[in-house]
């Protein structure tokens, strides 16, 4: 089997004015040096991409989006395409983040379209699967997890696919405090990676990162990592601080 490089990636969500992104990712660059056997990815908000891709330039550090909008140009009043994020310095775009999904009318659909856009466009995509705490106590676990990425992978080939990076982040611990227990996290991850082997084949399936998502922290990622089939971590309010991202990716 192939080894797959852990990714440790960092959504700032809304938080963060430019000088603050450009501070804390200055601090980051220093901490972390030349750190070579993890990929690491920030994902600021689109106005502090720019001035933060001159900061992380010659160093490991790569840079994402929170979204993007599968139209290339056009009357989409605050829409940001995905050639407008290339050019500001992003490598990966995070697609269908479950707060995404729930505040703004996020689709398996529009997952499906953002992530051909992405693709097209030789951006990594990161797409975020994951089930809410309702859907995970009647059971529906795998369910939704199969609806979500059957339907978001849609009509797209394995060959296109290799890039691809999936998320899982259970709704019910995202900023809650909760985490899923190392076992339930594997559990989820080997489903995931079975999905993926059902539609799009072994090669796929054994070369495919998947991330965990939802309250990681310094101290749970070392005991998450261990995990078989967990690649690395989507990681919410702990990236925000350089020092506490430092020792998530450092595990």
């Not at 985490?179 to 996290?185: E, I, N």
């Not at 990676?193 to 310094?218: D, H």
């Not at 749970?220 to 919410?236: C, E, H, R």
Request: net charge neutral; aromatic share 6%; glycine share 8%.
């Amino acid at each position: 089997m192939e080894k797959r490089t852990p990714l440790i990636a960092g959504n700032w969500k809304m938080f963060k004015t430019c000088s603050q992104a450009v501070q804390t990712a200055r601090q980051l660059v220093k901490l972390i040096g030349t750190v070579s056997d993890v990929d690491v990815m920030i994902a600021p908000p689109f106005t502090a991409l720019e001035p933060v891709s001159h900061i992380i330039k010659q160093s490991p550090v790569a840079m994402g989006s929170q979204d993007i909008f599968w139209e290339p140009r056009g009357a989409f009043t605050g829409q940001i395409s995905a050639e407008m994020i290339v050019s500001a310095g992003c490598r990966y775009a995070i697609i269908g983040h479950s707060e995404r999904r729930q505040y703004f009318n996020e689709t398996d659909q529009t997952v499906n379209k953002k992530i051909a856009c992405a693709l097209n466009n030789y951006l990594i995509p990161i797409m975020c699967v994951g089930e809410s705490e309702h859907e995970r106590e009647a059971e529906k676990t795998f369910s939704v997890l199969d609806k979500q990425i059957k339907k978001g992978l849609e009509n797209l080939s394995s060959n296109k696919l290799q890039s691809l990076i999936i998320a899982y982040e259970p709704v019910w611990a995202i900023g809650t405090g909760k985490t899923a227990s190392t076992d339930q996290a594997q559990e989820v991850h080997q489903y995931i990676r079975g999905v993926i082997q059902k539609e799009s084949g072994n090669k796929l399936a054994a070369s495919i990162r998947i991330l965990y998502g939802g309250s990681v922290k310094p101290d749970n990622i070392a005991a998450l990592m261990s995990m078989p089939d967990v690649d690395g971590a989507l990681v919410g309010g702990a990236s925000l601080d350089a020092e506490t991202f430092q020792a998530i990716i450092q595990f």
